[in-house]
């Protein structure tokens, strides 16, 4: 009996152990991650500016624009802040909506898509790119765009402008604007025409000729749309490869063989990974110029950090190279250290045997001329 309740505390304590051990071990791998949230957008207090509380954002009233929110998660909407602010009690009022996005690009076509023709700016400028119109101001900084309405005045730009130094930076490719408005030629260009796109809805909406639905953008196409003055329309489509690109080539080439003449002097042409076409309003001459003058450029940024293995291989290489020049060194200078010594020595030994330092050594000399001579040994006097 006695065995048996010693049996059964046994493995009671067995039993504790193993459950001791497991909860130690699930407590060990389990880890706590703190996320700090971002920073907000648009600060509370600029100045004398003061951000109003319980200000509702346009993208909870019940008119929003669907399409709009399709548009802006086309461009790769991240986030947005809406704020008004009033300076003092009785000043003025501005409404400000900040949008981030993942990338420069997503916040260029973004701001392609608010910019409205007629808007131009003078001011002293805000952000990468800034327009205002009748309504406010519209600028884009990095990855974010900001839109205020409101009057337009000195202490409106001062607010922005305090807002646009407070919005993130973002460095490397994602802070790089697109490559592809470049690429639009200058003479007769309406700069205010300029669309750019990143999806089907986005470029329908900014007047694109062609079905969105063909063009591709699920393989991560881009999309620009530019009228020439007095001419008119320049389609121009950049892919991720030269395959896909002549794939929509002839995807593009189908529909306008189906719709004829109605899209005007059509001129087609594929260089690389960009696909140009006119439309419109186009002498032939002039269509066929504008798109043979124009030549995609490639732009490399290398931005990764060499593996720890190369940077090891290169102090390796260099080590090996100072040793084999240092040695070189040594060995050159006690060369000459020991040709000073040994001929130092042999002028010492010729001086103490009264023997001139600098003589040539001794050699035999076979006189051809038959007449006896007298040996002299070196030092001693010639016979008069």
């Not at 981030?100 to 916040?107: E, L, R, S």
């Not at 419109?280 to 504008?290: M, P």
């Not at 030549?295 to 290489?317: G, S």
Request: aromatic share 6%.
């Amino acid at each position: 009996m006695v065995q048996r309740r010693s049996l059964h505390r046994t493995r009671q304590l067995v039993l504790t152990l193993v459950a001791g051990m497991a909860v130690t071990g699930y407590a060990q791998d389990t880890k706590t991650t703190l996320v700090e949230p971002p920073s907000p957008l648009l600060p509370q207090q600029v100045g004398e500016w003061a951000r109003q509380p319980d200000t509702p954002s346009p993208a909870t009233n019940a008119n929003a624009d669907p399409k709009t929110d399709t548009i802006l998660t086309e461009d790769g909407l991240k986030r947005e802040e809406h704020g008004v602010y009033r300076a003092g009690n009785t000043g003025p009022s501005v409404a400000v909506t900040a949008r981030q996005f993942v990338d420069a690009t997503g916040a260029h076509a973004a701001y392609s898509f608010y910019q409205r023709p007629g808007s131009n700016y003078r001011g002293t400028g805000l952000g990468n790119e800034t327009s205002a119109g009748a309504e406010g101001y519209l600028f884009r900084s990095g990855t974010s765009v900001v839109e205020a309405r409101g009057a337009r005045s000195a202490k409106t730009e001062g607010l922005l402008s305090a807002i646009e130094a407070r919005l993130p930076k973002v460095a490397g490719p994602k802070g790089l604007p697109p490559l592809l408005p470049t690429y639009l030629p200058e003479r007769g260009l309406e700069r205010e025409s300029v669309k750019y796109a990143l999806g089907p809805v986005s470029y329908e909406a900014m007047g694109g000729v062609l079905p969105g639905a063909i063009l591709g953008f699920d393989k991560a196409a881009e999309a620009i749309t530019a009228k020439y003055a007095g001419r008119g329309l320049l389609t121009m489509l950049l892919y991720p490869t030269p395959q896909i690109a002549g794939d929509r080539l002839r995807a593009i080439e189908d529909e306008v063989h189906k719709r004829g003449a109605s899209d005007g002097t059509v001129v087609l042409r594929r260089e690389g990974a960009l696909v140009l076409m006119t439309s419109g309003a186009w002498q032939l001459a002039e269509a066929k110029a504008l798109v043979e003058g124009i030549h995609p450029r490639t732009e490399v940024t290398w931005n990764k950090q060499m593996p720890l293995e190369f940077h090891a291989e290169v102090r390796k290489t260099y080590s090996l190279l100072s040793s084999i020049a240092i040695f070189c060194g040594f060995g050159a200078l006690g060369a000459v250290v020991l040709g000073l010594s040994l001929g130092a020595g042999r002028a010492a030994i010729r001086v103490l045997q009264g023997k001139p330092a600098a003589t040539e050594p001794e050699f035999l000399r076979i006189d051809l001329s038959g007449s006896p001579a007298a040996i002299h040994s070196d030092g001693a006097g010639q016979q008069q």
